[in-house]
């Protein structure tokens, strides 16, 4: 009896480990093929496309991009300012305002609270029209403020850190603060921030990445090639210039997703953490 | 607990949610009204910002809209393609959980599996799409070098002019990028659950797939609601994978509503007042979601279940 049970369960590890490495490569694969290939040349590329040994191609292939509109240290750079701006202004505002949920007693409070939850899924896609329009009318159109300044209110971060707020600040620690002649304000500055510290990073995480992501509200906003964020310089680069390019193709995309390689390397086991919890929350 | 004295610092909550509530007018609400009433007026032509309400056919953009065959081809894609990715993933990550979860074959390097599935998930959408674009090449892309060499086509496949594989695929690399997601959110719900019922279920001599089924499965309806409803939401407004990998092509076969919204104010004629009410159209459509996910939060919060 025990030994069928255990040629029974060898059985089930021998399909789920390979199932699972066959999900592992299927991961990792387009990625490797991608660097691979952002050192080939389009000729090598075209006699086969599949290959695993790097070639030497990767500084013709970057000068390819000499001159086009395709230039990844402006779009780094654009996407860089947007994606810190609004992350710092986020993980902010989004911990001040979860503050105001957990700390103070005000009629509105519940009201507040439930909007939040309420506007929390509508994605900002489906107002996008009108947001064009209005920033258009007050010229702010090819700026990044449309782009950051919206980040001081992210009812989905603050959602996020009122529930980490109520589990891990003790509201004793602000009685006695005012106590001590602390003002309200310097308190949530000088308190409340640093025991908010892992919340706030595991969030500044997530809307990094969203920010750096996001593509549709900025390729809606910003026409002028000096203010290119990367996604929207990858996605010119299906256009007619480069389809003769493999090789550039290949290496525009690396560089596009280079940066998030590093963050996702260095922070994995916060980020698999990150969104763990903020379901169990949530 | 304690009662606080705190009611003097009131004015501190009202204060502290400024911020929050002046940019929520600004960048939000205010857009979404605007949104909301350009639907029901003039406004066309690039840069154009003038516009008079269409005083003797109000709704004229929304019947337009509504029964124009682009969009209901759109909204069918949204749901199809959503649909043709959803149902595979959540059979995937239901099943990862299972196997993860289990207490009685602990699977090796689970850390492993979980970063590099989760992976995709934070790569840009724009990215991975202009990546399988190139991949799915023809005659010549890696897709088709491999279907060559290992024999199982004869030669190179022409996906892009193949509606249902354009449909598929597009559908395929949502699936790649959301699965891992999926699975650690179903994991942690599931390490949620009281161990208890599982040692109760242990004691009565159950299996594995009862123990899935009968326990793991209905303790975490509410997290699978959850789950369904915001992937749902996040369908309905799936825009980056389907332009850049394919653009609609072919014959609209990857047109989903978010394109065709773009496509109605940013291409042609920059028709905002119809792109303002299909836009409304699909605003019901997700608040309507969004309501079921505010009642199954405050649910939760109850802790009846």
């Not at chain 1, 403020?145 to 980040?151: T, V």
């Not at chain 1, 996604?231 to 940066?259: C, F, N, Q, W």
């Not at chain 2, 929050?20 to 840069?47: E, Q, R, S």
């Not at chain 2, 799409?129 to 290992?150: E, K, Q």
Request: charged share 10%.
């Amino acid at each position: 009896m025990k030994k069928t049970l255990k040629s029974g369960n060898r059985g089930f590890k021998v399909v789920a480990y390979v199932v699972c490495i066959f999900l592992a490569i299927l991961s990792i694969m387009p990625f490797v093929i991608m660097v691979v290939n952002s050192t080939r040349s389009t000729v090598q590329i075209q006699a086969h496309a599949v290959s695993l040994i790097p070639s030497h191609y990767l500084m013709d292939n970057f000068a390819i991009f000499d001159g086009k509109t395709f230039d990844p240290n402006v779009g780094f750079i654009n996407s860089l300012i947007i994606s810190v701006s609004a992350t710092a202004l986020t993980v902010y505002f989004a911990a001040l305002t979860a503050y105001t949920l957990v700390a103070y007693e005000w009629k509105l409070r519940g009201a507040f609270f439930t909007m939040i939850l309420c506007v929390m899924m509508i994605p900002n896609q489906v107002t996008s029209i009108g947001f064009y329009q209005f920033m258009y009318k007050i010229h702010l159109t090819n700026n990044f403020l449309p782009l950051i300044l919206p980040g001081i209110a992210a009812p989905a971060t603050v959602f996020f850190m009122r529930q980490f707020m109520l589990a891990s600040l003790p509201l004793e620690l602000l009685d006695s603060a005012r106590i001590d002649g602390s003002k309200e304000f310097y308190t949530f500055n000088k308190i409340v921030l640093p025991i908010m510290k892992p919340a706030m990073a595991t969030q500044a995480i997530f809307t990094f990445v969203a920010k750096w992501n996001e593509l549709f509200l900025p390729s809606i906003l910003l026409t002028d090639n000096t203010k290119y964020t990367m996604p929207i310089m990858v996605s010119l680069l299906r256009g007619d210039i480069y389809k003769v390019e493999h090789g550039a193709i290949y290496l525009g995309v690396t560089l596009s997703v280079l940066p998030l390689f590093i963050v996702y390397f260095a922070l994995s086991k916060y980020i698999i953490a990150g969104v763990a919890l903020g379901s169990v929350k949530g | 607990m304690k009662q606080r004295q705190s009611f003097s610092y009131a004015k501190y909550g009202y204060l502290f949610s400024i911020p929050f509530i002046l940019a929520f007018i600004v960048f939000n609400l205010y857009p979404t009204i605007y949104t909301a009433i350009l639907g029901f007026t003039d406004c066309k032509g690039l840069g154009n910002t003038e516009w008079n309400i269409l005083v003797d056919d109000l709704f004229k953009n929304f019947r337009n809209i509504l029964k124009n065959p682009s969009f209901q081809t759109s909204l069918k894609n949204t749901f199809k393609i959503w649909m043709m990715n959803f149902i595979p993933q959540m059979t995937l990550a239901l099943l990862l959980t299972a196997w993860f979860t289990s207490r009685r074959n602990t699977l090796k390097g689970q850390g492993f599996f979980k970063v590099v599935f989760y992976m995709p998930n934070i790569i840009t959408a724009a990215s991975v799409a202009i990546l399988f674009n190139a991949f799915f090449g023809y005659p010549m892309g890696p897709v088709n070098d491999l279907l060559v060499s290992t024999g199982i086509t004869e030669g190179p496949f022409n996906f892009i002019v193949s509606k249902t594989a354009q449909q598929w695929i597009v559908a395929f690399i949502q699936f790649w990028m959301w699965y891992g997601y999926t699975m650690i959110i179903l994991i942690s719900g599931v390490l949620g659950i009281n161990p208890e019922i599982y040692e109760a279920a242990d004691i009565d001599g159950a299996n594995d797939i009862q123990i899935f089924f009968q326990i793991t499965i209905p303790n975490l309806k509410t997290i699978l609601i959850y789950t369904l409803i915001t992937s749902m939401i996040g369908g309905l407004t799936m825009y980056d994978i389907p332009k850049l990998y394919a653009n609609g092509q072919p014959d609209n076969a990857t047109l989903t509503a978010n394109m065709f919204i773009y496509n109605q104010a940013f291409s042609g004629s920059y028709m905002y007042n119809r792109a303002a009410a299909a836009s409304m159209i699909m605003f019901l459509i997700i608040a309507a979601c969004s309501v079921v996910v505010f009642f199954l939060m405050r649910d939760k919060k109850g802790g009846r279940r």
